[in-house]
């Protein structure tokens, strides 16, 4: 069975503090995708990323970055230099399968709180 | 205007009335989905269509309903609501493309949210 685990339920910083979140996944499939969305107090969910299972290279887009690593099963997401912008509920999400399905497996989401 | 919209945003209701949640997108997208979030349980699938005529059960479909009426337009329905019912309800939509390089592959469109409370 598939399973996505989010360990932090709430995390609470300081602005401009490095901040990363983390996420576990459980899958048998070969091939599979995973998914940070952002979900601020607004209430809508904004996606943030995707990674396929067969691509490890990391990324980074501006404060943002992405670390993927197979040999743990985890897609950890850090956010530098947090800004209060930045408080939100992060999902991390895993999608099973080389097929287009749209079907993720959420984990319970992250709480991030960040303090002027 | 939104690319997803879902009405209402917020309704309140009793238990055993028939509510249902409409969907409507801009996107051109083939597929759309209905997920339920719940606090500490992340969101779960309720249903989901592929085209107008494909209708498949998610993870967590017992007690709802949903209605393909045309490509852009998917609704959920509670036949009898119930207070564990009670949750944000998220529409969102994604395209058919394939291929294991196709970057869309699995993105998901969300609309705002209906905040659905069943007293």
């Known amino acids: 069975a598939q399973k996505v685990t989010q360990a932090q339920t709430e995390i609470s910083v300081v602005e401009k503090e490095d901040v990363t979140l983390d996420c576990v996944y459980e899958t048998r499939d070969t091939t599979y995708y995973l998914f940070w969305y952002k979900q601020p107090p607004s209430g809508e969910l904004v996606f943030l990323i995707r990674?396929?299972?067969?691509?490890?290279q990391n990324e980074i887009s501006g404060r943002y970055s992405w670390n993927f690593q197979k040999s743990t099963s985890s897609f950890n997401f850090t956010i530098t230099a947090s800004q209060v912008v930045d408080s939100a509920v992060y999902f991390c999400a895993l999608s099973g399968g080389s097929g287009n399905t749209g079907k993720l497996i959420f984990g319970q989401g992250t709480t991030l709180q960040v303090k002027p | 205007d939104a690319d997803v919209t879902q009405t209402p945003r917020n309704r309140i209701t009793k238990t055993g009335k028939r509510i249902m949640l409409e969907c409507s997108q801009t996107k051109g997208h083939d597929r759309m989905y209905w997920y339920r979030q719940d606090p500490g349980l992340g969101l779960r699938l309720i249903y989901y269509?592929?085209?107008?005529?494909?209708?498949n059960k998610g993870e967590i479909s017992d007690g709802y309903s949903v209605s393909r009426q045309a490509q852009a337009k998917f609704s959920l329905s509670l036949e009898s609501a119930i207070p564990n019912q009670t949750a944000l309800y998220f529409c969102a939509t994604s395209d058919s493309g394939q291929g294991a390089e196709y970057s869309g592959a699995n993105v998901l469109t969300f609309g705002a949210g209906s905040r659905l409370t069943v007293l």
């Open positions: 990674r396929n299972s067969f691509d490890e």
């Open positions: 269509s592929f085209d107008v005529k494909d209708i």
